[in-house]
């Protein structure tokens, strides 16, 4: 009967599976078993029937009385519970040692766990969207005269037409505009909403679930969708459907309901108004005709089931040559991915949030170098510890320790040192997230929290590290043959070894050089800012936002109020962000370029205390709406010889011609970011804009709160906005500021970690010296002697550290971080040798406290175990 | 005698066992089983009920021939031992014992 069969190959690899998982006593007859049913089924419904039962048969054995107990037989029970126990005892043996180790790793844990969480929640940004990945941003490209080439994020519904119409590869375009009046009133309630205005598309592009309404809730003119709690904060219920709610003064009536937008979105807002509304309340040349409006439009397209973009780009790219005439402009279109904006590098008019990718770089270098200093950190520890543990090494050799199992004992003792190090850093994150937050651009969105996905790749990266800091020290001591150990010459023969200890030690040493010399040189260009002289006086003066308020009756009003000097008016704030310019040029066209400008009222700039090299500025009673007061850049940048030669000379600004009043000396307008160009002062003509509330300087009266009762009596419709000017520059340093505070916890930590391990390894080095040390002093040698004797190396470690560092330092800040403030300071001794100070300082008394400890002890009981 | 009392899958096996004596493996048993039963049982459950059995002593095993069916694997023979036997008998007598028990009038009446 068995002749009938003919034997068959079964498929290899549920084979090996079996092999591999099976009891070895019960292998053959279960291999052989399936084996048979496999041949019996060949013949009786062919191959592939019976290859399948053969897979689903090895994987129902897959059962506890057949499964052997892989872990238990492979890695040998008895020596993993071992290995734990020496790994403990190892760490308990010496508590500064593990201590410093642990703590080290711990910080650089926490560090990349920031970076990582950042990272993630980062990524995850606008995936919500159900097709996020055929979602593009329009966004345009200006390349300006010389100056460098401009991405915004903002685009010219004028586009809308030809994208909707010549593209089949596009499905639909969704359309976003500022400008949407903040003031709702419904039920006699008031209050403010943040909105846009958005197309019809832009539900059905955009996956915002919808509570109520259809996606087509934006097609009608005067249609507005409101945000959940939008809903119940303006009539404290959500069935809102078909109420009319007025938005500025003009009535809308809801046609939809949507959940409040997720927080990890990068458009945020509260209301929809339909865009279809507005051709009724703008004047002048529609938005969605006007080329030349591009600040506050946004355009997405949705392609058809990945299509190509290749084709839409190049034809984008050159519609904006066909569109701008402009001789000293270059405009370009182009698209960006929808998961790309969170972190992408547009942060010019964004719609929303943006992390800047620079900052993100940062934040991921930073946090690399940080793990790399523990790293190296680890590994000069325990190969400086390594002397202790010869005899170790060595009589678990003599009695047939191999190579791998010490090699994986090593090994092992360090992922637990990081795993230990993990739960500490966890305990780090979790403290010092808030102050991470604020440092780091969040908009209230970013949370850092953690996620099991982050957990997983917190945990691989810690075994990762574990491993890696281990691998040499552990590969050093596991090579070492038991007769070298036991010998007397073991240590010097170690010794030997460890040059690469030498040059982590100099790395280390290096980069808190570094980054010391880092954070005072960011401290001090942050100082140096504050300080800077802007050109004109800020001292007591508050900004206030008018609103569109009468200047005159505000003057009127306000100068009443006790501690009040003078006020004058200004179109916008210098030194805010807000910037104006147009093109101009003084008696050749061809020299056209734009000229900044600011609208100001007569009592401006003696207020401010302008320093006028010539000329009488607007308080001149000739001062009519065509005279202009100019900076010295202009007279440079015109070839005018002198201020007095420019004064009454007649510019063309603005497609007008404008007589020079005064020269001012050059002042900041900008962030120091930006290198002064020229500028004119106009007189302002409407009432719109600031009041420049100048306030006697009596230091104690709190004049912000004297003007907000006032406000508030006269104007009580309108939320009082105002801020004193100090406050206003410090915000507009606040980059720096930021900078300067991640820098310093940076370096600090980084600090910790290096100092923390110089010191232990000075420690272990007097250790393993003592008997050197002592025999030294038994025959008369002095404590600096034996303090100098020890340093050498260290001195030659710490001479080279401070010879790469200082010189990378001076380049690094001179071409990447300095160079983008157009006023800076200038790095001289004290900034460069600062970091090689304290590391000197720090080496030296490191080194002489540990001779003193060591040579303190008794000749005799020193040397008695040696 | 908690613990000690054959499953209704063990006492079947085993008396399949019995049946092929003496050349009770693997698949014959599964083959026997469906067979005898039309019971479908995998290979896996078959070993498994084995395995227990072995160890619980009902059973003992001795490797027989290697066959080409088998890639040249051998057969794993198994046979009933004597604590097999009376674990077997002392079922039988169980169910005899309930059986003989259950009044007659049970089986006269008509459930309909």
Sequence with gaps: MKQRFKNHTPPRLPQRLLRWYCKPELAEDIEGDIHEDYNKRYNRSGRRTARFYYWIDVIRFFRPFAIKNIFKTRVNNTMFRINTLIAFRNLKKNPGYSLTNIFGLSVALAVSLLAITLLYELHSFDAFHEHEQEIYRVQTNVKYDNYPLRTEASTTLALLNYLENDFPEIEKVAAFRFGVDDKVKANEKSLRLSGLMANQATLSVFSFPMLAGSREALSEPNSVVLTESAASKLFDKTDVLGELIEIGSEPYKVTGLIEDVPRKSHIQFEMLVSLSSLDEYTEGGSPLSNWNDRFQSYIYIQTGDHEPIQRINEVLGEMGSEHYSNPQMALKFSLEPLGNIATGGVDNNPIGFVFPTTKLRFVEWLAAIVVILACFNYTNLTLAKSFGRTKEVGTRKAIGAKTGQLLGQFTFESVIVSLLSLSLAFLIFYLSKDAFLTLIPTRNLLTLELSWQIVVMALALTITLGIVSALFPAFVLSRLKAIEVMTENHSNRLLKRQNLRKVLLTIQVGVAILFINGAYIIHAQYEFIQAHDLGYNTDDIYNLNLQGNSFETFRAEFSSIPGIDQISQSEFVTNSGSAAAYYGYYDNPADSTYIFSLDVNPAYLGLHEYRLLAGTGFDDPDASGKSVVVNREFLEQFGLESPQQAIGEAIHFHNEIYFIQGVVENFHYERLSYEIKPFAFRLIGHDSGFANIKAEPSGTIDIMDRLKTKWETLYPDQEFQAIPYYQLLERSNRGLLNLSQIIRSITLLSLIISLLGILGLVAYDARARLKEITIRKVLGAELKHLVFKLSKSYLLVFLLAAALAIPLTAWNFDEYILQRYSYHINLGISQLGLGALILFLFLAITISYQVRSVSRKAPLSALRNQ | ?112
């Design chain 2, 1 to 112: 005698m908690k613990g000690t009392n054959l499953g209704e899958f063990q006492e079947l096996v085993l008396l399949t066992i019995g049946t092929l004596y003496p050349e009770a493996y693997g698949v014959g048993i599964k083959e026997e089983i469906h067979a005898r039963t039309g019971r479908k049982v995998t290979l896996s459950t078959v070993h498994a009920a084995l395995n227990r059995m072995e160890k619980k002593g009902l059973i003992k095993s001795e490797l027989g021939e290697a066959t080409s069916i088998r890639g040249g694997k051998r057969k794993r023979y198994f046979t009933i031992t004597a604590y097999g036997i009376k674990m077997l008998s002392e079922a039988k007598m169980q169910r005899e014992a309930l059986w003989d028990s259950i009044p007659d009038i049970v089986f006269q009446v008509n459930y309909g």
